[in-house]
């Protein structure tokens, strides 16, 4: 069985080793290295990037958020688990657009925290503990209003594409790299280059394009995959398909596209 890497980063020894210490009784976990601050931290994880790092959310020289977003950039496949001293509304939302897997506070039962570590190994959804608080859950919905606006706008302003085009956006955004994209429409790997970079070209010289893009990068992090555990003021749940939805029109069409486009 291949271990899952995990780091650590905690200023507190006895938190670190308490959480080292039950990692070590497991057999799918391996800690492959922690500090004190999450300064050093990311100078560890981006040398020898594991695949969850535990970090606190106020360490050094980055808190969480900001050290989520500087690992997120350039080692997307990391997932973090931030950890605070207690919850705070604040923190938490920010935590979500950053792309944080996890938020917990220090006073978690350890057994919890391993149930927490292993679920955002295995890839699931986003845990935040303290979502279900009305003031959270109500600033997350209105995001959620404003981007599905934009994904309207988006639509629209991709539907002015050539059908050759949207054939290579919809590839892109079922996640198919530049190789697979060429055998699925049977083009060549330049071909599909060169289409991208007349895509590309027309989305950027269109003002609403570029204003459009811009806001959907600055508000795609996992923030709206939260959506789907969320609860509004009023205490309806987003369903599933609602989040499915969203997710398939609009998040992870833009985020395929833009990392392909960038």
Excluded: W
């Excluded at 509304?89 to 792309?99: P, Q, Y």
């Excluded at 629209?156 to 996640?175: F, H, R, V, W």
């Amino acid at each position: 069985m291949e271990k899952s890497k995990v780091f650590l980063s905690d200023p507190q020894v006895l938190f670190r080793e308490g959480i080292h210490f039950i990692l070590s009784g497991e057999d799918d976990f391996e800690v492959i290295g922690e500090t004190t601050n999450n300064e050093d931290a990311y100078t560890h994880i981006t040398a020898n990037p594991p695949n969850i790092a535990v970090l606190s959310m106020h360490n050094g020289k980055y808190d969480g958020p900001e050290i989520t977003c500087r690992i997120k950039r350039s080692l997307p496949s990391v997932a973090i688990i931030l950890i605070m001293e207690k919850a705070n509304n604040d923190l938490l939302f920010s935590a979500i657009k950053s792309g944080a897997s996890a938020c917990l506070t220090k006073n978690s039962d350890p057994e919890y925290l391993l149930d927490i570590i292993r679920v955002v190994s295995q890839g699931s959804q986003p845990i935040l503990e303290s979502l279900l608080i009305p003031e959270i859950a109500s600033r997350i919905l209105i995001e959620f209003e404003d981007m599905s606006l934009l994904s309207k706008q988006l639509d629209d302003l991709l539907a002015t594409l050539a059908p050759q085009e949207s054939k290579i956006l919809n590839s892109i955004a079922s996640g198919n790299t530049i190789e697979q994209i060429a055998t699925e429409l049977d083009m060549t790997e330049e071909n599909i280059r060169r289409n991208l970079r007349l895509i590309l070209n027309k989305l950027v010289a269109n003002d609403q394009s570029r204003t459009l893009f811009e806001a959907a990068q600055r508000n795609m992090p996992v923030m709206m995959q939260n959506l789907a555990r969320s609860q509004a003021a009023t205490g309806d749940y987003i369903t599933r398909e609602e989040f499915n939805e969203f997710k398939e029109s609009l998040m992870e069409r833009l985020k395929s596209l833009i990392g392909e486009l960038t």
